[in-house]
Structure formats: C-alpha cells, structure tokens
C-alpha cells in the first residue's frame, strides 16, 4: 500500500504564487512517474505537469513558463511550484505517482486532492 499526502493548496490573488507538495510513502521500491492532475467544476481531470525518475518534465500549454514540477527522490516528494498565477488554474488539484513496491508489483496512486483557488 502508498499513502500520498498533499498539501499546499489554498486561496491567492492574481499574479500570486503558491507551492504544492505531494509526499509518498509505503511500500516503495521505486518511482517512475510523478504528477499533478487538476480538475475544475463541470471540467474533466486534466494533466498540469509530469516529471520522470530521470528528471525529464512536460507541462501542459496553459502552465509553461509559470509552473514548475520537481521531485526530491530521497523523500518521495513531488513539487508544483506555481507563479503568476490566473482565476483559470482554480481547481482541485490531485497528484498522482506510479512505480513498483517492494514486491515487483506496479502501482498507481492518487492523492486526496488540494483546492487552489485564485480570486480577489
């Protein structure tokens, strides 16, 4: 069993920052992928940003340039650093981490969600 435990989320004006964590533990033998998802009200899940155990990112279109993903492999930990941020990234955001535990079986887990809510 993985347990992901996220924080970070909260409310921010326009053009603000806010910092997501995301930490994973478990039974983990390695990580492969780490991401974060979000989901607005009325919209389906959508990918923000990936990165791979080798370090390699994507982002989806809306976030380059203003988001930034890291991972700390030695905590099991993913970051999504956001800036400048719009009214249009207000939604729940959800990590997501796939590997293999300590018995060669593959997982895929999700977290419980952060709400990021950016208003004046």
């Known amino acids: 069993q993985v347990q992901l435990v996220e924080s970070g989320g909260g409310l921010v004006q326009p053009g603000g920052s806010l910092r997501l964590s995301c930490a994973a533990s478990?039974?983990?033998?390695?990580?492969?992928?780490m991401g974060w998802y979000r989901q607005a009200p009325g919209k389906q899940r959508e990918l923000v940003a990936v990165?791979?155990?080798?370090?390699?990112?994507n982002y989806a279109d809306s976030v380059k340039g203003r988001f930034t993903i890291s991972r700390d492999n030695a905590k099991n930990t993913v970051y999504l650093q956001m800036n400048s941020l719009k009214p249009e990234d207000t939604a729940e955001y959800y990590c997501?981490?796939?590997?293999?535990?300590?018995?060669?079986?593959?997982?895929?887990?999700w977290g419980q969600g952060t709400q990021v809510t950016v208003s004046s």
């Open positions: 478990g039974s983990i033998f390695s990580i492969n992928a």
């Open positions: 997501n981490v796939n590997g293999y535990n300590r018995v060669s079986a593959s997982f895929d887990y």
């Open positions: 990165i791979l155990s080798r370090g390699s990112t």
